[in-house]
């Protein structure tokens, strides 16, 4: 009997991670551990060298971004770019009006 075909959050594989990894420093078997959770062993290994190489992007399913998705990403990068722009304008306007143009960041 096959499985049904299931999807967890980066948030979730990380706790699952980090739950195995409390279990095997409590003496349980990686084996154990895995059959607890419900996943296979290679699953296990996946997600733990993916967080540690710090790839928590990839903990994320594999489907693509939505349009919808991506447009708000792009207006969140806008909205950031706005906020450096100003930020490097009011440094700006500040070492002027302390005389302190000869310094820079």
């Known amino acids: 009997m096959r499985r049904p075909k299931r999807q967890w959050t ?3 594989k990380a706790a699952i991670v980090n739950q ?4 095997r420093k409590n003496g349980m078997k990686l084996s ?3 059959k607890k959770h419900d996943i296979f062993d ?3 290994i996946k997600w733990k060298r993916q967080l540690s190489v710090g790839i ?3 903990l994320r399913n594999s ?3 939505t349009d919808v998705e ?9 909205k950031l770019r706005a906020i450096v722009l100003s930020q490097s304008q009011a440094i700006a306007e500040l070492k002027k009006e302390m005389n302190l143009e000869y310094l820079t960041i």
């Open 10 to 12: 980066a948030e979730q």
């Open 20 to 23: 195995i990894d409390t279990d």
């Open 32 to 34: 154990e551990a895995t």
């Open 42 to 44: 290679s699953l296990y």
């Open 56 to 58: 928590n992007a990839s």
């Open 63 to 65: 489907k693509a971004p």
């Open 70 to 78: 991506k447009k708000q990403l792009i207006l969140e990068v806008k």
